[in-house]
C-alpha cells in the first residue's frame, strides 16, 4: 500500500490527539464538520499548493494557526484589531503562527507548497476586512 500524502489525505487530530486519515474530496469541510461535531477541540494537519493568490480572506476564533513553506515564496498578510501587517513567507523550511482570531491571506509570489495546522472549530472566511 502506498504512503499516503498530506496533499490528497489529511490528518485530524481530535481533542484526545487521536490522528485520523481523511481523504481529500470536494467535500472534505462538510465531510469534516460532521465526522467531527464541527471540528470541535480539533486540528487539521493538510498541505496546498498554490499557483494564485488566495480568494479570501479567513480566520480561526479557536486557536494560533501554524503554517510551514515546503517551498516557493508567499507574503502572508495578517489584520487584527485594525493593525495591519505583512509576512514574507519565503524561504522553504520557515514557519508562521497566525494568531487566534487574526484575519489572514495570501499573495502567491511564486508557486508554492504550504503545510497547515489548523484549529478548524468556528473558521470564518470573507471579504478583505480592511475595507
Avoid at 24 to 33: A, F, G, H, R
Avoid at 102 to 127: D, R, Y
Wanted: glycine letters at 6%; a negative charge.
Amino acid at each position: 500500500m502506498p504512503q499516503p500524502k498530506l496533499d490528497s489525505t489529511f490528518i485530524v487530530l481530535d481533542a484526545k490527539q487521536d490522528a485520523t486519515l481523511m481523504p481529500v474530496t470536494p467535500s472534505i469541510y462538510q465531510d469534516l464538520d460532521a465526522n467531527f461535531n464541527h471540528f470541535a477541540g480539533c486540528l487539521l494537519v493538510a498541505e496546498y499548493t498554490f499557483s494564485d493568490d488566495w480568494p479570501s480572506w479567513e480566520r480561526h476564533p479557536n486557536g494560533d494557526e501554524t503554517l510551514y513553506l515546503v517551498s516557493g515564496e508567499a507574503t502572508l498578510f495578517l489584520y487584527a484589531d485594525g493593525v495591519e501587517r505583512q509576512i514574507e513567507f519565503n524561504t522553504p523550511g520557515s514557519f508562521a503562527i497566525i494568531p487566534k482570531g487574526t484575519w489572514h491571506t495570501a499573495k502567491v509570489n511564486t508557486n508554492c507548497t504550504i503545510l497547515f495546522i489548523t484549529p478548524g472549530e468556528g473558521t470564518q472566511n470573507g471579504p478583505d476586512p480592511r475595507l
